[in-house]
T-cell receptor, first 112, second 114 residues
Framework: DAKTTQPPSMDCAEGRAANLPCNHSTISGNEYVYWYRQIHSQGPQYIIHGLKNNETNEMASLIITEDRKSSTLILPHATLRDTAVYYCIVIKAQGGSEKLVFGKGTKLTVNP | DTGVSQDPRHKITKRGQNVTFRCDPISEHNRLYWYRQTLGQGPEFLTYFQNEAQLEKSRLLSDRFSAERPKGSFSTLEIQRTEQGDSAMYLC????????????FGPGTRLTVL
C-alpha cells in the first residue's frame, strides 16, 4: 500500500473550515484514499473515502487532485468535538486483507 | 457507540501473567481485526479473521499471542507471559463484505503490565 505524508499538527478556529492535507504521491490506480479520525481515548472512526472523484458526506468532504497524488479532507464548520488525530490511509480496493496501515496522522486542535 | 464492544476496558497485570481480552463485533460483520496502539503512534495491525478463519497475522504477533474467533462471532486475544513492552491499547474492529475498508472500531482495552 502507498505511503502517506501528513503534517503532524494543525490548529483551526471553531466554526471555520478545517482543511487537512495528505500527500500520497506513490498511489496506484486501484488504491483508494480513506480518512479516519481518533478522538482521545476512543477507537478510530471512519470518516470518508474516495478513488478519484470528490466525495461529500454528512461529516466531511474529500478533495482528490486530478493526478491523485494528494488529497484534502475538509471539515466545513469545525467544532470543539472535531479535535482529534486524523489519519489518511491509502489502501487497495477489495481483494486483500484490507488491514489498515495507520501513520502518525495529523493532530487537529479546534480552538474556541 | 459503534456497536463493537470490548471487555475489559482496562487491565493491569504483573509481568509474567496471562491476560485475555474479548471483542464482540457488529453481529452481521464477517471480518474482525485486532490492532495494537502505543502512546503517540497510530494503531498497528495484529491479525484478522474472516468468519472463524484467521487469515493473516502480523510479525508483531509473537508466539505469546493467540487469537481465536470460534463460530465466527466474538473473538478473544490472549497474551501469555506478559512483558512490560506489551503495555498498549488493544483495539478490535469489524467490517462487512461490501466494504472491508470501512472498519468499525471498539473502544479498546488498555493493558498496563507492571
Amino acid at each position: 500500500d502507498a505511503k502517506t505524508t501528513q503534517p503532524p499538527s494543525m490548529d483551526c478556529a471553531e466554526g471555520r473550515a478545517a482543511n487537512l492535507p495528505c500527500n500520497h504521491s506513490t498511489i496506484s490506480g486501484n488504491e483508494y484514499v480513506y480518512w479516519y479520525r481518533q478522538i482521545h481515548s476512543q477507537g478510530p472512526q471512519y470518516i470518508i473515502h474516495g478513488l478519484k472523484n470528490n466525495e461529500t458526506n454528512e461529516m466531511a468532504s474529500l478533495i482528490i487532485t486530478e493526478d491523485r497524488k494528494s488529497s484534502t479532507l475538509i471539515l466545513p464548520h469545525a467544532t470543539l468535538r472535531d479535535t482529534a488525530v486524523y489519519y489518511c490511509i491509502v489502501i487497495k480496493a477489495q481483494g486483500g486483507s484490507e488491514k489498515l496501515v495507520f501513520g502518525k496522522g495529523t493532530k487537529l486542535t479546534v480552538n474556541p | 457507540d459503534t456497536g463493537v464492544s470490548q471487555d475489559p476496558r482496562h487491565k493491569i497485570t504483573k509481568r509474567g501473567q496471562n491476560v485475555t481480552f474479548r471483542c464482540d463485533p457488529i453481529s452481521e460483520h464477517n471480518r474482525l481485526y485486532w490492532y495494537r496502539q502505543t502512546l503517540g503512534q497510530g494503531p498497528e495491525f495484529l491479525t484478522y479473521f474472516q468468519n472463524e478463519a484467521q487469515l493473516e497475522k502480523s510479525r508483531l504477533l509473537s508466539d505469546r499471542f493467540s487469537a481465536e474467533r470460534p463460530k465466527g462471532s466474538f473473538s478473544t486475544l490472549e497474551i501469555q507471559r506478559t512483558e512490560q513492552g506489551d503495555s498498549a491499547m488493544y483495539l478490535c474492529a469489524s467490517s462487512l463484505r461490501e466494504n472491508y475498508n470501512e472498519q468499525f472500531f471498539g473502544p479498546g482495552t488498555r493493558l498496563t503490565v507492571l
